[in-house]
């Protein structure tokens, strides 16, 4: 086959984190009864009027801010105009000429080089009601109808569905930990639609395009879009013409499934919303939001990897914002942060894990926790004994040394107890000696399980193997 240019832009909606709808003073949630987080607004009741809900502003700034977009100072909403049963008023309430962000974009790492992925524009507008089909029938849930939405739309500058895929990755990463949206696809809170063309030449206008709606999962995005890249240079080898369609990626059948064929383009009628006075931002404003921004990802690893952490646990971290939160209340401490990380990412994540609990909800404060690293690092705790004190640490609010001194399990810091133990042990494995003197060091490991054994795990390593060495070479 001869080589093709894909070309992919990326449409995101993703559900504001408000507690209160954009228009109205209905609950925005999810998960209740049909119809139940309604009103006359909602419903698009004549004679009622859309009173703009001011949280939804400060959220689009802080969002326009970390995609690093242009912030438009002076900007109104407009009607845009379809009949669908989905939408009571037979118009949505959106910003089409003048967005609160343009000219952003999310920088990703693919194959060891960096790539900006640039954003075209992302406004403000509301969510439809919900449309269930069922046999010849469409039931309406209007529960979602007025939830606040922020629309994310690239330029035609993504190359794969990996890209694609790393894109929406580094979106939802930013957005979460900005407040600004739960981003749960599962619950439909972001949403992605992807138009693709192919071209065979840089310098050739765009393909004809096709969009995949609705898709529902970030890997099936790059599925699906490889799937229609795939499609479309085989209609091309076979002289078929390419025709501008809407698909649905069907993740039973793993392939992508026509919904329609466009034919002409749709004409909304946008003009501007005469019940919403204009939005006017100043620097003030603007300030007063980004001011409330966290540290965001990226940074987060920048930092921890300073503080000692592996790559691998900064990312972990970073993949877990209860961890991560908690581990940045550390960052002024003078703890082992590589220790820290281990032991944060390992027995204490198991434990949160298997009881389904936040470390929030555990009684190990930033106190007690530096307590507990200091013990590890200075070899007061051995791994096997802090899995025995675990659940006591994180369930019960006694210091570290209290809870160690109750368990009996304080490890032996008598040098002199120890070297006897020791030597107890060389004396009756000599022939091992011998092959620590050959040049075995698998004879280290046996002596340390022995002293181990012995000492039922409560020798200090480090001690232990100081004297092991001090006396295999008498």
Do not use: W
């Amino acid at each position: 086959m001869n080589k093709y240019i894909p070309t992919i832009g990326i449409e995101v909606h993703v559900e504001l984190k408000t507690a209160t709808k954009i228009f109205s003073n209905s609950i925005n949630g999810y998960g209740q009864m049909a119809n139940s987080l309604t009103n006359v607004v909602d419903l698009g009741y004549p004679g009622t009027l859309p009173t703009l809900n001011k949280e939804v502003i400060n959220l689009a700034i802080k969002a326009a801010t970390v995609l690093n977009c242009k912030i438009r100072k002076e900007m109104h909403f407009d009607r845009k105009n379809y009949f669908y049963p989905d939408i009571p008023k037979n118009y949505q309430i959106t910003q089409n000429e003048t967005p609160i962000g343009y000219d952003g974009y999310v920088e990703i790492t693919i194959n060891g080089e960096k790539k900006k992925i640039e954003i075209e524009e992302m406004h403000i507008e509301e969510d439809t009601c919900k449309s269930t089909h069922r046999s010849s029938k469409t039931l309406l849930d209007f529960n979602r109808a007025g939830v606040p939405l922020i629309e994310i739309v690239t330029k035609p500058c993504i190359s794969s569905g990996e890209e694609a895929k790393l894109y929406l990755e580094k979106l939802r990463e930013l957005l979460y930990y900005c407040d600004i949206s739960d981003c749960k696809i599962e619950e439909g809170s972001m949403r992605a639609d992807a138009n693709v063309s192919i071209r065979k030449n840089e310098q050739d206008p765009l393909g004809t395009k096709c969009e995949i709606k609705n898709i529902g999962s970030i890997s099936n995005v790059a599925i699906s879009i490889d799937k229609e890249i795939k499609n479309q240079i085989e209609l091309i080898e076979n002289n078929k013409q390419i025709k501008q369609q809407t698909k649905r990626y069907d993740d039973k059948l793993g392939k992508n499934i026509l919904m329609r064929t466009k034919e002409t383009g749709n004409d909304y009628r946008y003009f501007p919303e005469p019940d919403i006075p204009y939005v006017i931002l100043t620097e003030d404003m603007i300030a007063s939001v980004v001011k409330t921004i966290p540290m965001l990802p990226d940074e987060r690893r920048k930092v921890y990897q300073a503080k000692g952490v592996s790559e691998l646990n900064a990312n972990k971290l970073v993949q877990n914002r209860s961890l991560s939160d908690y581990f940045n209340k550390l960052l002024d401490t003078n703890i082992n942060f590589k220790i820290a990380s281990n032991i944060l990412l390992g027995d204490i994540q198991a434990y949160l894990n298997k009881n389904e609990k936040q470390i929030s909800d555990t009684t190990l404060t930033v106190t007690r926790f530096e307590e507990l690293v200091k013990n590890v690092e200075d070899k007061t705790l051995t791994s096997k004994n802090l899995k025995d004190i675990l659940v006591t640490v994180l369930e019960e609010e006694s210091s570290i040394s209290t809870i160690i001194k109750k368990s009996g399990i304080e490890n032996i810091q008598d040098d002199q107890a120890l070297r006897t133990i020791i030597n107890s042990i060389i004396s009756s494995n000599q022939e091992t000696v011998n092959d620590y003197k050959n040049g075995h060091d698998r004879a280290i490991k046996f002596f340390m399980g022995q002293i181990m054994k012995e000492t039922k795990g409560s020798a200090n390593p480090k001690l232990a193997m100081d004297i092991l060495l001090e006396e295999l070479k008498k």
